[in-house]
């Protein structure tokens, strides 16, 4: 049984950082696909970043490209966003997804899910 756990979510002021982990369990994750996506209240889930686990491949939706960067640890099965110069906008849950079948930048595509970490940007 594939579990996601995510953290490091919180409030923050306009233009600073925070980092985002999702620690990955249950499964050897060689083939994953790791994606990042968002939910803002009365909106639908959006794309964020996505990172293969094999090959490191990385994806990143238009709007958070030079803003944010997604990474992993293989060691510790770790997967990481970095946030940067936050605004008021990206307050969201930010969720941890992952599928076997590689990447796609569609939230239906995806078998695995973590609970989810706020993110609150105060402007």
């Known amino acids: 049984q594939v579990q996601l756990v995510e953290s490091g979510g919180g409030l923050v002021q306009a233009g600073g950082s925070l980092r985002l982990s999702c620690v990955a369990s249950g499964r050897t994750f060689s083939s994953y696909a790791m994606a990042w996506f968002r939910q803002a209240p009365g909106k639908e889930r959006e794309f964020v970043a996505a990172i293969t686990w094999s090959g490191g491949a990385t994806y990143y939706a238009d709007s958070m490209k030079g803003r944010f960067t997604i990474s992993k640890d293989n060691a510790e099965n770790t997967v990481y966003l970095q946030m940067n110069s936050l605004k008021p906008e990206d307050t969201a849950e930010y969720y941890c997804?992952?599928?076997?079948?590689?990447?796609?930048?569609?939230?239906?595509?995806?078998?695995?899910w973590g609970q989810g970490t706020l993110v609150t940007v105060s402007s």
């Open positions: 997804a992952a599928d076997p079948r590689g990447f796609s930048y569609g939230s239906t595509w995806y078998n695995y």
